[in-house]
């Protein structure tokens, strides 16, 4: 007589992405599993599984896995990670807790998951405000080394929006609100460097638009023209959201980032500037490889400075990243796993850390960072982009975004401003879109990506960088500029998976063999 075999797993989540009861059969002879788990290896003798498909986080022995997910007569699957799908297996009663997490699926099933989680995002989608980044000018004459923009700030004229174009582009903005049924949007100031002495005026009108528009603002500088700018944009405050200025650390480390002198004296003069004008003012860290020993001095820099308890003050962290594919840049950014765990340190030191908004630093890894209750990432407050379960790589696709830069060019991406690539429309001197190129990125999707389609990851990715994936096919094809954006971009999100939570083995160990469901890693 066979002894049946009881597994045990331990539940880190008790909630999942979607409600699975109708897929709790229990009187099938076999049970295939699912194409969209995770396992993540915790030494030789446990498995971290991540369910790719529902959002289940469980914990199981190594031998219980290999018996459940391993089994022959699977298949092979390739793409953007490529894998081996166990075979059919049979399931004792004790296994069977699995079936409810979504472990064991047929492909049926996942198709009628994968068409309720997409039908789920894409009506937040047609919820969400419409963005607009507007750039008053497209020159910037700062050069900071990482620059999303790459050289082209610095090629651009230096010229800014004059009353006729700023019309045209309020106007064009409300009618892309109108063609996409959005109620509600609001606009980023960008650039370039938007507030430059020649750009004054622009700015102003700018927000005299708002005003009349009801449209709320938030801008970005890089912080040396505000003595002069903090005046006026105090006289805004019905329509400012505040204003975003980035200091990235030691003056001698931020000045050796810019092609300017004396860069970091300006900036943080004028975060002070801002504040006397009760301007709300978030101070922004470009975080890279060889800037992590800057964030303990900055918060230091901040308290001295009285910003840190400052409630008009707000500080973020985010991790620099090379979406446009510039040659060289890639060496300058961290991973998330980097990151992630260079900030999970600082939380040792000090919790008052976590006064800095952090998510950028985690990315794709928050989701499992949050159930563990390591730290609370108010997922409430992320954009439909950045949370899981994803359908869009970016907000540049699902058409939440659109860039109108100093040219009169409509983009979809904000990294496009001031460049060659062929954008998708004008807003002046005539408007024009070309909904065929806008259809393109809208419905740029892991259901239309060859490399996606079959990823275990693809609901915490969304595709990846859609820019990157357009100037990488420009590169290797040649053509005329026109955006194919139709290849996966995967980055770091996979070895990132392994390396972060294979790195917390022992303490997943440590809990599993208590039995008890996670309370809070301490990590």
């Given amino acids: 007589m066979m002894t049946e075999v009881k597994s045990r797993s331990l539940q880190v989540n008790d909630s999942l992405w979607g409600n699975l009861d109708h897929f709790s059969v229990t009187n099938k002879s076999s049970y295939t599993p699912t194409k969209y788990m995770i396992p993540v290896p915790l030494k030789d003798t446990h498995y971290l599984l991540f369910n790719g498909l529902t959002g289940a986080i469980d914990i199981i ?9 391993c ?3 699977g298949k092979s699957l ?55 980044f507007l750039a008053p000018t ?19 004229q230096r010229v800014s929006l004059d ?55 938030f801008c970005f500088t ?36 810019r092609a300017i002198k004396n860069g970091f004296n300006q900036a943080s003069n004028g975060v002070d500037e801002l ?42 962290l985010n991790i620099l990243t090379n979406h446009g594919s510039f040659e060289g840049l890639d060496e300058e950014c961290p991973t998330h796993t980097d990151t992630a765990n260079f900030f999970l340190e600082l939380m040792k030191i000090n919790s008052d850390y976590q ?54 060019s409509i983009r979809m991406c904000n990294e496009q401003v001031g460049s060659k690539d062929k954008p998708v429309g004008r807003f002046f001197p005539y408007f024009d879109l070309d909904e065929a190129h806008v259809k393109l990125w809208k419905n740029r999707t892991p259901d239309v990506l060859d490399l996606c389609k079959d990823c275990n990851h693809r609901f915490f990715c969304g595709g990846g960088c859609s820019l990157r994936s357009m100037r990488d096919s420009l590169e290797s094809n040649k053509t005329d500029g026109y955006s194919d954006i139709s290849n996966g971009i995967c980055g770091s999100l996979q070895k990132d998976f392994q390396d972060f939570f294979g790195s917390k083995a022992d303490i997943l160990i440590d809990q599993y063999e208590v039995s008890s469901l996670i309370k809070g890693l301490k990590i």
């Avoid at 472990?103 to 607009?132: G, H, R, W």
């Avoid at 497209?138 to 651009?156: D, H, L, Q, R, W």
């Avoid at 106007?171 to 609001?186: C, V």
């Avoid at 949050?370 to 869009?392: Q, S």
Wanted: proline letters at 5%.
């Fill in 61 to 69: 022995n190594a031998n219980d896995y290999k018996r459940l997910f």
């Fill in 71 to 73: 089994a022959e007569g």
């Fill in 78 to 132: 390739y793409g953007g990670t490529p894998r081996k799908v166990g075979g059919a297996v049979t399931l004792s009663d004790s296994d069977k807790v699995l079936i409810d997490r979504g472990y064991f699926l047929t492909p049926e099933e996942e198709e009628q998951i994968e068409k309720k989680l997409n039908a789920q995002i894409s009506v937040e989608a047609d919820k969400e405000p419409m963005c607009f």
């Fill in 138 to 156: 497209n020159y910037c004459s700062v050069g900071c080394t990482y620059c999303i923009e790459s050289e082209n700030p610095k090629s651009a």
């Fill in 163 to 217: 009353p006729e174009r700023v019309d045209a582009a309020f106007e064009s903005m409300a009618t892309l609100m109108k063609k996409f049924n959005r109620d509600s949007g609001y606009i980023l100031l960008f650039g370039g460097e938007p507030m430059q002495p020649y750009s004054f005026e622009t700015v102003q009108n700018i927000l005299e638009a708002c005003r009349k528009t009801n449209l709320k603002i």
């Fill in 222 to 257: 890089s912080g040396i023209s505000l003595k002069r700018f903090a005046p006026m944009l105090g006289s805004y405050l019905d329509v400012l959201l505040g204003v975003c200025v980035t200091l990235d650390g030691r003056p001698e480390f931020h000045d050796q980032k």
């Fill in 275 to 316: 504040l006397k004008y009760s301007i709300p003012t978030m101070i922004r860290t470009n975080v890279s490889k060889d800037s992590f020993d800057q964030i303990p001095w900055l918060r230091d820099f901040y308290v001295d400075r009285g910003w840190w308890k400052n409630k008009l003050c707000s500080f973020e």
């Fill in 355 to 408: 006064k800095f908004r952090f998510v950028g630093l985690f990315s794709h890894l928050y989701y499992g960072v949050e159930k563990m209750k390591i730290l609370n990432f108010h997922p409430e407050e992320l954009g439909l982009h950045a949370k899981v379960p994803r359908m869009y790589g970016c907000p540049s696709t699902g058409v939440f975004t659109f860039t109108l830069d100093a040219d009169g």
